[in-house]
């Protein structure tokens, strides 16, 4: 095989490139304009964005040591923890400049994929279809529209950036473009852990279309310019798996390996369906159940996906494009497709922000192979329309889907419209309903997520909270106490015990409830609160501890200052302690 680099200088003048850019920005705009009108989502948004207790419109030290030294939601991303600290500090929780970040970092991120395709190809109509496609496919809504997806789009400007530095670092190695693309791959793996497929992805770059593997001989030279992202990757891999199972969010043993390999067999199959016919899409696509992967789908996803790897193999001397895009969406998928299940879904839409460019690079030069091959007009007018018709039908599902994202309420009627009854968006939509005031239709769907989900904590928990906003406080302590039963023990199931004991009038089980939640790790400011009011003020002067109120009501004022309820709650504890004494 010879160079797999093929620089067509003509192919530049066509059009310019800030045009090409201009129109990546002024497309995805047209999509995403409309996330300046949406709001936070009740799916770790607020977790993100709302409740981190760093978020105090200021980055100090001791946040940025924080960021590095702390885990957030099962995965240790201090880039991103400091990206959103830095638009605490200049914004505060303003959701529409948020979700304007997002969209500024995706279209930086698919600019910056043109530019280090042009780079590396020296052909621009393939690379600007590449890029368009990325900005506008609707597989990546998932990533831009919702908020707590800025590890995505943040590790996808870096991940850009790594590549359009290392076309650079092939044309002409030195150090300090080495020390450039290793840099920018290590902040990628920081904004995201999935990045560190990261070096995988240069590998088959430098097998096409840079051409600096083309023998096995010149691997051990690849690797080594390489190994300090190989170092971080290792790194970040583990501690990844050690937040995740600290965390409780790694579910592999729940789940039997052969149903993990035939689901990530069908997951594959999806997300090549999906990125041809991007339909039905949803926040959540619920794990087929145990009839789905033990028949025959699973296992013809599997032939069709060793068929299309022989086939790419087999087109490799002649077209190295086709096995270089398949083995990127293939391999950039794998950290994500299932083998080590996190998290319930059987799959999900943000997975495919990086592994599609594969898809796209290998359609993009294979049709531009197969019209050259014709050498004619009609066949090159087809191509070229065809990739405008694209573009346009692309951007317009997306839009759509962008649309969905406008808040918790639409957003989860769509997964359950798509998905049928499911118990995660059945309990989020519960309370989405409940937090607006449809307080009926709040606990429709909370108990059709028990319903579907009886062992599921975090639905019981949900609805036995809203029994308790509702003064039910005996139904509620029946759900909470089936779900210790069960062998829940939970701080919030003692939390939720806690208030409908003091709701009954049992102020010593309340309190025992309450302290057991704290014991348990839980910084809320209503069950500290709770407390000292109780503390302070019960008729039980065994449970009397006016000391102990004062100091938990003070912890409960930090963690909601300014809280009317917490000041009457210091008030009542600083009366019970100046009569004790």
């Not at 200088?9 to 705009?29: D, N």
């Not at 649309?403 to 059945?426: C, D, K, M, Q």
């Not at 302590?477 to 409908?500: C, D, P, Y």
């Not at 709650?569 to 004494?581: D, S």
């Amino acid at each position: 095989m010879g160079k797999r680099r093929a620089r067509d200088s003509s192919s530049t003048r066509g059009l310019p490139i800030g045009l090409a850019v201009l129109a990546i920005a002024l497309a995805s705009f047209a999509v995403y304009g409309q996330i300046l009108d949406h709001e936070f989502v009740d799916y770790d948004d607020y977790i993100y964005f709302i409740d981190e207790p760093d978020l105090d419109g200021r980055i100090e030290i001791a946040d940025l040591v924080s960021a590095f030294a702390n885990t957030h939601q099962a995965n240790w991303s201090p880039v991103t923890t400091l990206s959103i600290l830095l638009g605490d500090a200049l914004h505060g929780p303003d959701s529409a400049a948020h979700l304007l970040t997002n969209w500024a970092l995706h279209f930086l991120g698919s600019s910056l994929l043109f530019l280090a395709l042009l780079r590396m190809t020296g052909m621009l109509l393939p690379s600007v279809w590449v890029a368009l496609v990325f900005a506008l496919h609707p597989l990546h809504v998932e990533s831009v529209a919702w908020a707590s997806e800025r590890k995505d789009v943040l590790a996808g400007v870096f991940w850009m950036a790594c590549l359009l530095a290392y076309a650079r670092y092939s044309e002409r190695p030195s150090p300090a473009y080495r020390a450039a693309f290793v840099a920018l791959g290590l902040l990628a793996a920081l904004a995201k852990p999935t990045a560190v497929t990261l070096p995988i992805s240069l590998l088959l770059l430098d097998y096409w279309p840079l051409g600096r593997l083309t023998r096995w001989a010149e691997l051990p030279a690849r690797l080594r310019e390489k190994w300090p992202l190989f170092a971080v990757a290792c790194l970040v891999g583990m501690l990844t798996l050690l937040a995740q199972e600290d965390a409780g969010a790694n579910r592999s043993a729940l789940l039997p390996l052969g149903q993990r390999v035939m689901n990530a067999g069908l997951s594959y199959w999806t997300y090549l369906v999906q990125t041809i016919w991007p339909q039905n899409l949803s926040i959540f696509y619920p794990y087929p159940s145990p009839e789905i992967l033990s028949g025959w789908r699973p296992w013809a996803a599997w032939l069709v996906g060793l068929v299309l790897t022989a086939a790419a193999l087999r087109s490799a001397p002649r077209r190295p494009y086709l096995a270089m895009g398949w083995f990127w969406f293939v391999l950039m998928l794998a950290p994500m497709i299932g083998l080590i299940q996190v998290g319930g879904q059987a799959h999900a839409d943000r997975y495919m922000y990086v592994p599609m460019v594969g898809l796209l690079v290998a359609t993009a030069w294979g049709s531009t192979d197969w019209a050259r091959e014709r050498a004619g007009n009609l066949a090159t007018r087809g191509l070229a329309a065809l990739a405008l018709v694209s573009v346009i039908a692309l951007g317009a599902v997306a839009w759509r889907q962008a649309g969905y994202w406008r808040n918790s309420v639409s957003l989860f009627e769509r997964a359950i419209a798509v998905t049928g009854p499911n118990s995660i968006p059945h309990r989020f939509l519960g309370v989405a309903y409940w937090t607006l005031g449809n307080r009926p239709k709040g606990e429709e769907h909370l108990r059709a997520a028990v319903a579907i989900s009886p062992r599921w904590e975090g639905a019981r928990l949900a609805l036995a909270d809203a029994l308790n906003q509702t003064g039910r406080h005996r139904e509620a302590q029946e759900l909470l106490h089936a779900s210790r039963a069960m062998g829940f023990s939970s701080a919030a199931l003692h939390a939720g015990l806690g208030i409908a004991a003091q709701g009954l009038g049992d102020d010593t089980t309340a309190a025992l409830e309450y302290r057991r939640a704290l014991v348990g790790g839980l910084e809320d400011w209503e069950v500290k609160n709770n407390l000292a009011w109780l503390l302070a003020t019960t008729p039980i002067q065994k449970l009397r501890d006016p000391e102990s109120a004062l100091s938990l009501a003070r912890q409960a004022l930090t963690l909601a200052p300014g809280n009317p309820q917490v000041i009457e709650t210091l008030a009542a504890a600083q009366r019970a302690a100046a009569a004790a004494r």
